[in-house]
């Protein structure tokens, strides 16, 4: 019976740690995009952009990383 006891203590606080680390990084993502965002802004179209999909880097063009970003930043605002 303690064992079992112990087992979803353990259980709980990883799905705590779980739903604070998303809370921090669903605060922190906002502050962190923006600064990101001004910089493609300043980027001419032909310049490099990659984007890592998995354990690659994958080149992508200026202005679809800028559509990107931006309707990410949307989403991101408007679920705040």
Known sequence: MLKRL???IL????????VLLLIVIFITMPILALPFSQELEALESGENV???MGPVLLRVEVED???N????????????
């Open 50 to 52: 990659y984007k890592m």
């Open 6 to 8: 112990d087992t979803l």
């Open 69 to 80: 970003v931006g309707k990410r930043l949307e989403l991101i605002k408007g679920s705040m």
């Open 65 to 67: 990383a800028k559509q």
């Open 11 to 18: 259980q709980f606080y990883e799905y705590i740690k779980a």
